[in-house]
């Protein structure tokens, strides 16, 4: 199992889209999905500072941001694409798409850590776009307007009731 996770890890690392496939078709990879998410969510944490108990709050919050954020772009996706798409498929997905985070572990760097920050993001961007895409059968196009439309809804919900 670990010697699959770390496969699985390094194929997301290299941009392989045949991974996202695999992720997709194997029920038991929910549970190497929350652990990427975990993991990265804890090195980036740590990486800004967050060697206290609130390391735990963090991967805490960010598990919960992934599983809604992943709820919004399958309710976008099944409206825009009209696919009947199995949540948990692209949970998997969406999950391993989050070990670029970990770049943000080297964000605490003197000069150069914030570039860590914004390569982290950009490239979490993208594998978010490549598993959308996956494991919603759409075109690139489509998994950017919808990945874009899931992560500024939260954002306006906020304005609207702050």
Do not use: N
């Not at 496969?7 to 290299?14: F, G, S, T, Y």
């Not at 993001?121 to 690139?140: E, G, Q």
Request: charged content about 10%; proline content about 2%.
């Amino acid at each position: 199992m670990p010697e699959e996770l770390l496969d699985r890890v390094r194929a997301v690392l290299r941009f392989d889209d045949g991974i996202w496939a695999e992720i997709e078709g194997d029920p038991h990879a929910i549970g190497q999905a929350i652990l990427v998410v975990a993991v990265s969510s804890g090195l980036a944490a740590i990486g800004q500072g967050g060697l206290s108990s609130l390391l735990f709050l963090s991967i805490a919050g960010w598990i919960f941001w992934w599983a809604v954020t992943t709820g919004l772009i399958w309710l976008i996706g099944v409206i825009v694409a009209e696919q009947d798409v199995d949540y948990g498929h692209l949970l998997r997905c969406t999950g391993f798409a989050a070990v670029w985070r970990s770049l943000a572990l080297l964000e605490g760097l003197w000069l150069v850590g914030r570039l860590f920050f914004w390569a982290a993001l950009v490239l979490w961007l993208v594998s978010l776009v490549k598993a959308t895409r996956a494991a919603l059968h759409i075109t690139t196009a489509q998994a950017v307007a919808i990945c874009g439309a899931a992560l500024i809804v939260p954002f306006l919900i906020l304005a609207v009731f702050a």
